[in-house]
């Protein structure tokens, strides 16, 4: 299936990006504005999460309760998130209520009431979640591996810490909110069944006079902690691992990802079968590519017992560097199979495609359709993933650890 990607670019900065498909009865829309924990100021940590939190309780003529209200019965599936650089917000409905949906969040995100006698509320919200943290292991992991591989703000984490959310005004809200729900850098990518010239005229509509600030600088400050170990009593282990790769806008992105589908994507995979098949070390293992604009790193993650732990550790970082060595036909092989069958799924879904489109243009100024990616991955070798690995082996690597006892670093990482 041949879809067309349009675009078209506001006079205010904003980006719409659209991939319609007529056969489709189903519409998705994704909005990517730049709001995350970055800018984030000093001490007030979690306040880019406090806002969006603060601005689902009520916009435009609607109280809270309304508003979901009426995205219910228009069948929207809404989902909103705050990131490292960007908050994320989407919808997904049937074709007919996707203009009436797109007003909901208009208002949501240019006229939230932002209520100050709901601030309690909200904050409690937000801390709950932090605590949450302390209730899952892995999480509060991979959270404290990320802070430590990349420099601050890139690492931060969007629940940030309870200092700032309980120091966090109504103030400091409203103001996060004038400052970064701006319509420059905001994407809001829309793919499914609808006709792009009405698409257009009704952004414009909606978005065209929204007014646009001085720009905003992430904001610095909160440090990189260090350390690799983190005390944790239980009876359970946590090791976390990462090391530096290339970003999705390098020419070589595919290569890498690649690299790293043959390290950790599906029950073939060699992390899989090494330390969990073979071995028994743990329960869970795994390995991704994790890609901000500038930067990147592949996280590493097994879930073991204190007494494999080690072990655990030793071995994971073996197949890491074994991945330096190269990979073989075979292995690529079932990758692509797997990655067709997604690419399959993806073009069924246009919640996936939104994001997809979306996180294209915000990476490279352009979205690729999923021919262009089918065609990317059909270049893909064995030869080719070996020339980059050769080049680009993993190094650098960075082990972080959990549990009630700290293990011994192997040769090689830090």
């Known amino acids: 299936m041949t879809t067309e990607i349009l675009s078209q670019?506001?006079?205010?900065?904003?980006?719409?990006?659209?991939?319609?498909?007529?056969?489709?009865?189903?519409?998705?829309?994704?909005?990517?504005?730049?709001?995350?924990?970055?800018?984030?100021?000093?001490?007030?940590?979690?306040?880019?999460?406090?806002?969006?939190?603060?601005?689902?309780?009520?916009?435009?003529?609607?109280d809270s309760r309304t508003w979901i209200s009426d995205l219910e019965n228009l069948g929207v599936e809404r989902g909103e998130s705050v990131g490292v650089a960007q908050a994320t917000y989407h919808g997904a409905t049937l074709k007919d209520n996707l203009y009436a949906g797109l007003g909901l969040f208009a208002d949501l995100l240019r006229r939230p009431h932002l209520p100050a006698d709901q601030l309690d509320a909200g904050r409690n919200t937000c801390l709950q979640e932090l605590r949450s943290i302390d209730d899952e292991p892995s999480h509060k992991l991979m959270i404290e591996l990320r802070r430590r591989q990349y420099p601050d703000p890139w690492g931060r984490s969007s629940h940030g810490d309870g200092v700032g959310l309980r120091a966090a005004t109504i103030?400091?809200?409203?103001?996060?909110?004038?400052?970064?729900?701006?319509?420059?850098?905001?994407?809001?990518?829309?793919?499914?069944?609808?006709?792009?010239?009405?698409?257009?005229?009704?952004?414009?509509?909606?978005?065209?006079?929204?007014?646009?600030?001085?720009?905003?600088?992430?904001?610095?400050?909160?440090?990189?902690?260090?350390?690799?170990?983190?005390?944790?009593?239980s009876n359970q282990s946590h090791v976390g691992v990462a090391y530096p790769t290339i970003p999705y806008k390098h020419p070589d992105y595919f290569q890498a990802w690649a690299a790293v589908g043959v390290l950790s994507s599906g029950s073939s995979s060699r992390l899989f079968t090494e330390v969990r098949e073979k071995r028994g070390l743990c329960y869970t293992v795994y390995a991704s590519l994790h890609t901000q604009r500038d930067r990147a790193s592949v996280l590493?993650?097994?879930?073991?017992?204190a007494e494999r732990a080690q072990e655990t550790l030793n071995v994971t970082v073996s197949e890491l560097q074994r991945l330096g060595k190269g990979i073989e036909h075979s292995e690529l092989?079932?990758?692509k199979?797997?990655?067709?069958?997604?690419?399959?799924?993806?073009?069924?879904?246009?919640?996936?495609?939104?994001?997809?489109?979306?996180?294209?243009?915000?990476?490279?100024?352009?979205?690729?359709?999923?021919?262009?990616v089918g065609k990317l991955v059909d270049a893909l070798s064995a030869d080719s993933i070996n020339a980059f690995l050769e080049a680009n082996p993993p190094r650098d690597l960075l082990v972080v650890t959990l549990g009630p006892e700290p293990l011994e670093l192997p040769n090689g990482v830090s």
């Open 9 to 62: 670019k506001l006079t205010n900065g904003m980006v719409l990006v659209g991939e319609p498909t007529r056969s489709l009865e189903s519409v998705a829309f994704t909005f990517l504005l730049p709001s995350g924990c970055c800018y984030d100021p000093p001490q007030r940590a979690g306040l880019a999460s406090l806002t969006g939190e603060m601005m689902l309780r009520g916009a435009g003529p609607r």
């Open 171 to 233: 103030d400091d809200v409203r103001r996060f909110h004038e400052q970064h729900y701006r319509p420059e850098n905001t994407i809001l990518s829309v793919a499914g069944n609808f006709d792009w010239q009405r698409l257009c005229d009704t952004v414009e509509q909606m978005f065209g006079d929204w007014q646009p600030g001085a720009a905003r600088e992430p904001v610095t400050g909160n440090g990189r902690p260090t350390g690799n170990y983190i005390p944790f009593e």
């Open 300 to 305: 590493c993650y097994a879930g073991t017992t």
């Open 333 to 335: 092989s079932r990758l």
């Open 337 to 372: 199979a797997r990655i067709k069958s997604s690419l399959i799924m993806q073009q069924e879904s246009t919640s996936a495609r939104s994001g997809a489109l979306g996180r294209d243009w915000y990476h490279l100024g352009h979205a690729r359709s999923l021919d262009e």
